[in-house]
Antibody, heavy 119, light 107 residues
Framework: EVQLLESGGGLAQPGGSLRLSCAAS????????MNWVRQAPGKGLEWVSG????????YYADSVKGRFTISRHNSQNTVYLQMNSLRDDDTAVYFCARDGLAASGSDYWGQGTLVTVSS | DIQMTQSPSTLSASVGDRVTITCRASQSISDWLAWYQQKPGKAPKLLIY???RLERGVPSRFSGSGAGIEFTLTISSLQPDDFATYYC?????????FGQGTELEIK
């Protein structure tokens, strides 16, 4: 059974940092592109970042470019999101999502972890 | 960046109705479009990928169509479990983008 389990959310101050983790199981992790998607309270979905299966290529939304870094540790079946210079508008539930192999969009999602940025 | 625009933002309908949600891309994305369903407090669920392909386990009352810049999600006969928010997403090029969502509510 495919499972994605996010952790690392919590309260951070503006300008602070947090690192999110997403532990994957039930599939061959190093074959799949992984993404982070966020949802601010009461708002829609926003794609944040993606990383290739090998970890060699990463992509970012303009809203987080230069502040967030995605990475993965394939031997530990984990993808990370390092979030620096946090702002109030980074407050959201952050979901980890797997891209399907058949160019199918994101076929499995974690349950999300809440990040609150506030002084 | 490619912008995705969904309409309507809110849709009121009754059980048994046929409903259609539209998604328009700011430039051609071929058929690299997915549709998701999200219920409050839950993660999104993939319904349709490559514009018209039904994800395994998704009821056949859901269908998708379109290519290029205009796409539709149709639910042929609404069931009580279908009242939720629906999002389109383009995955033609990074940064991937979502539509703003369509809330499907009970009339």
């Amino acid at each position: 059974e495919v499972q994605l389990l996010e952790s690392g959310g919590g309260l951070a101050q503006p300008g602070g940092s947090l690192r999110l983790s997403c532990a994957a199981s039930g599939f061959t992790f190093n074959s799949y592109v992984m993404n982070w998607v966020r949802q601010a309270p009461g708002k829609g979905l926003e794609w944040v970042s993606g990383v290739s299966a090998s970890g060699g290529t990463s992509y970012y939304a303009d809203s987080v470019k230069g502040r967030f870094t995605i990475s993965r540790h394939n031997s530990q079946n984990t993808v990370y999101l390092q979030m620096n210079s946090l702002r109030d508008d980074d407050t959201a539930v952050y979901f980890c999502a797997r891209d399907g192999l058949a160019a199918s969009g994101s076929d499995y999602w974690g349950q999300g972890t809440l990040v609150t940025v506030s002084s | 960046d490619i912008q995705m625009t969904q309409s309507p933002s809110t849709l009121s309908a009754s059980v048994g109705d046929r409903v259609t949600i539209t998604c328009r891309a700011s430039q051609s994305i071929s058929d690299w479009l997915a549709w998701y369903q999200q219920k409050p407090g839950k993660a999104p669920k993939l319904l349709i990928y490559k514009a018209s392909r039904l994800e395994r386990g998704v009821p056949s009352r859901f269908s998708g169509s379109g290519a290029g810049i205009e796409f539709t999600l149709t639910i042929s006969s609404l069931q009580p479990d279908d009242f939720a928010t629906y999002y389109c997403q383009q995955y033609s090029s990074y940064p991937y983008g979502f539509g703003q969502g369509t809330e499907l509510e009970i009339k």
